[in-house]
């Protein structure tokens, strides 16, 4: 593939996507902001925050991520799949799909 991409052949790469990393600070920050803002008019919802905090703690220590597990999991965050052979077929043919 590097060689190809040297000779400056085309390549058809697909929409470009955000890094589950990103999509989880994403998520994350967007419910602890809703959390801390609705906390105003609902006492209780600070806690939503600080178990999104805590969670965020836990996947720094183990090195997991219970939420970026999850969002990979969704139809967006999944690779295209694709035949070996048709991929070889249409470089070697020089056609697409």
């Given at each position: 593939?590097?060689?190809?991409q040297?000779?400056?052949?085309?390549?058809?790469?697909?929409?470009?996507?955000?890094?589950?990393?990103?999509q989880?600070r994403?998520?994350?920050?967007?419910?602890?902001?809703?959390?801390?803002v609705?906390?105003?008019?609902v006492p209780?919802?600070?806690?939503?925050?600080?178990?999104?905090?805590?969670?965020?703690?836990?996947?720094a220590?183990?090195?997991?991520?219970a939420?970026?597990m999850?969002?990979?999991k969704?139809?967006?965050?999944?690779?295209?799949?694709?035949?070996?052979?048709?991929?070889?077929?249409?470089?070697?043919?020089?056609?697409?799909?």
């Open positions: 593939m590097l060689a190809w040297a000779t400056n052949a085309p390549v058809v790469q697909g929409r470009p996507r955000w890094d589950l990393e990103r989880v994403l998520v994350a920050g967007s419910i602890v902001l809703a959390a801390v609705g906390s105003v008019f209780g919802l600070k806690w939503v925050a600080a178990f999104i905090g805590a969670g965020l703690t836990f996947a220590l183990t090195n997991t991520c939420m970026g999850l969002l990979g969704l139809p967006y965050n999944r690779g295209a799949s694709c035949d070996l052979d048709t991929i070889v077929g249409q470089l070697r043919d020089g056609s697409r799909r």
